[in-house]
């Protein structure tokens, strides 16, 4: 999907759009006021105080109507240049003008405006020439929307829109949108009850339900496998932390307004988690260690809270509580090659269990004139950039350098994935790290008997499973592979009265073998039991009638096929187990 934000074009376009809807809107409603109307990735949106006016689905059209009837009048778009004094004037009416202009840099001492016919607007631009060229628009959907994203303020009224230069570009856009909207994880984790959220809870906090959570304890135990043998070794930490540790991690300096209000118990001061590296520091700590120890592997399925703005979190994509697959490996300087090129291996090995093809590294390093939010020591950056580079480039692997995007205490590699709608989104990272085993005074005995500063090696190979997993959703359209679906066979009886014995025998005989399988054996008609497997996106229906009773077999349907297959139950349970055993994944 095109990010319109990114080209310049369609920035411009779009951001003239946004002016033509302020205007249409001016037009039907006089008394209304407006905040920003900036450019985003999915096309422009505008907010607005309509007074005691709430707007509905049945208004867009009618801003659109009048949209289309001031493009076709084909004003010209003329820009004007103010003095701030001038603009405090023009605007005096407008309380959301005069606050943009009081906040302006003193050094802006010239201000400019657009105006199109009978409208006029605050702007830095640059727009087209003429409201004519903004013919093939779209309003999308509307919103609530604090002023300057704050409860405490009043709730604006947001509508988005888009904008192209044909029609062909438009209707193709709108195409994609309907495909994401069908995509979507929480409307297919709403229909197939994976997970829900719950305002008594709080926003960002999923809940898990029984579908969900055994798609999450596949993935669990998916990862554990690959991960236990490859040497590492699992703990259980706490989800709470005192201010102390992160304070000695460094966290408290540069993560603090990421994380949760403190807590104060008794004497103590705690916070809820935001990562697990100083737990795992101390795990490490908790015995001597001998240079012939190392690597050591820690890996956790650990549960985090980070703050996110309410209107940031988005399902199981981005949470306030998450469940992270991480690792901090502790290593020997001469070991940080071999262990970081096997990180990347089992990236690139889980990838391609899950069929995952579109993706690329990205090198995220600081900004080495940000001496706050990174820890100063240049020796230090200069040694931990560069080993990463080598072995990326020792391995051939295709990267780009992002400056800025660095953890404050190591560079790291994200890997970015394109999703099969939607922006990129960062499943796995990798992190090295010189400086938390310094201020946790870790230390191993090397071969001379002197002790030395391991190095860690932060891993997480799905990210959290809460983002992996609704990854996964959108990818498969909730149509999971037969591993990974919370029912895996749904058995059906052509009629319970007759065939619902044998139904239920091969129901138990399934389950037995470890086969997730439901029977449906309710007084409907066939044809309705069918159709609802297929709603559910069982991977296997089995429908069971005289024939099948009779002859001790079973007759399967795919999800999304017509034609039956006989075969003997003990045949239809090797299919499964041989497709459940490989992880396939379905195209």
């Known amino acids: ?43 422009f949106y505008y907010d607005i105080d309509l007074g005691n006016k709430t707007l509905t689905d049945e208004d867009l059209p009618k801003i659109e109507k009048e949209m289309k009837k001031i ?23 407008d309380p959301y003008k005069i606050d943009l202009i009081s906040r302006m840099d003193e050094s802006e001492t010239t201000i400019s405006c657009y105006t199109q016919g009978d409208f006029t607007d605050l702007c830095r631009g640059p727009h087209v020439e003429s409201v004519k060229e903004l013919k093939h628009f779209k309003l999308i959907k509307h919103s609530g929307a604090y002023w300057k ?36 994880h929480r409307k297919i984790g709403k229909e197939q009850e994976l997970f829900m959220t719950h305002e008594l ?24 496998k690959k991960e236990r043998d490859m040497g590492y070794e699992h703990v259980y930490t706490p989800c709470v932390g005192t201010v102390d540790l992160y304070k000695t991690s460094g ?77 901090h490996l502790f290593v020997r300087p001469d070991q940080i090659g071999e262990e970081f ?20 590294f990205r090198l995220s390093l600081r900004d080495k004139n940000d001496k706050e939010k990174y820890f100063d020591d240049d020796d230090m950056w200069e040694n931990a950039e560069n080993k990463l580079r080598e072995v990326l480039n020792e391995m051939n692997v295709d990267y780009f350098e992002a400056e800025g995007e660095a953890a404050f205490y190591g560079p790291k590699l994200d890997v970015e994935v394109k999703p099969a709608v939607g922006a990129e989104v960062t499943l796995s990272t990798c992190q090295l790290d010189f400086l ?42 909730g149509t999971f592979p037969t591993w990974l679906a919370p029912t895996q066979v749904e058995v059906i009886p052509v009629s319970s009265e007759f065939q619902g014995d044998y139904a239920r025998e ?9 086969i997730r399988a439901e029977l449906d054996d309710r007084n409907e008609k066939l044809g309705y039991r069918l159709r609802e497997a297929q709603t559910k996106k069982v991977p296997y229906t089995l429908i069971l009638g005289d024939n099948e009773k009779q002859d001790n077999t079973v007759s399967y349907r795919l999800h999304g096929q017509k034609e039956t297959t006989t075969v003997s139950q003990q045949e239809f349970i090797k299919l499964i187990k041989e497709e459940v055993d490989n992880k396939e994944m379905r195209k």
């Open 1 to 43: 999907m095109v990010n319109i934000k990114e080209d310049e074009r369609l920035s411009v376009l779009n951001h003239s759009c946004a002016h033509l809807l302020a205007q249409a809107v001016k037009h039907l409603y006089p008394e209304a006021k407006f905040w920003v109307g900036p450019v985003v990735e999915e096309g």
């Open 71 to 93: 493009s076709k009048d084909g004003k010209r778009i003329v820009r004007h240049e103010l003095t701030k004094e001038d603009a405090l004037e023009m605007f005096k009416e």
């Open 149 to 184: 994203g704050d409860a405490k303020n009043k709730m604006l009224q947001r509508i988005y829109g888009v904008c192209f230069d044909t029609q062909e570009d438009l209707d193709a856009y709108l195409q994609e949108l309907e495909e994401a909207k069908q995509r979507d």
């Open 201 to 224: 809870v709080g926003a960002g906090m999923p809940l898990w339900l029984p579908n969900g959570a055994l798609i999450r304890h596949e993935l669990e135990n998916y990862i554990y």
């Open 251 to 327: 966290h408290w300096d540069h993560y603090k307004e990421n994380m949760f209000p403190m807590m104060k118990v008794d004497d103590e001061e705690f916070v809820l988690r935001p990562m697990n590296c100083p737990h795992h520091m101390l795990v490490y700590k908790n015995k001597m260690h001998s240079y012939r120890d190392l690597p050591i592997r820690i890996g956790e399925f650990a549960t985090d809270f980070r703050y996110e703005a309410s209107g940031a979190v988005k399902g199981l994509e981005r949470v306030r509580c998450m469940c992270q697959n991480d690792a």
């Open 341 to 360: 090129k096997r990180v990347v291996s089992l990236i690139l090995d889980v990838y391609k269990d899950f069929g995952i093809k579109d993706y690329k």
């Open 436 to 477: 938390l085993p310094r201020r946790f005074e870790l230390t191993y005995v090397d071969s001379n008997g002197e002790k030395q500063t391991p190095v860690v090696i932060h891993r997480a190979i799905f990210g959290t499973f809460d983002r992996f997993t609704a990854f996964l959703i959108e990818e498969t359209k």
């Open 506 to 514: 091969v129901t138990e005989k399934l389950k037995e073998q470890g």
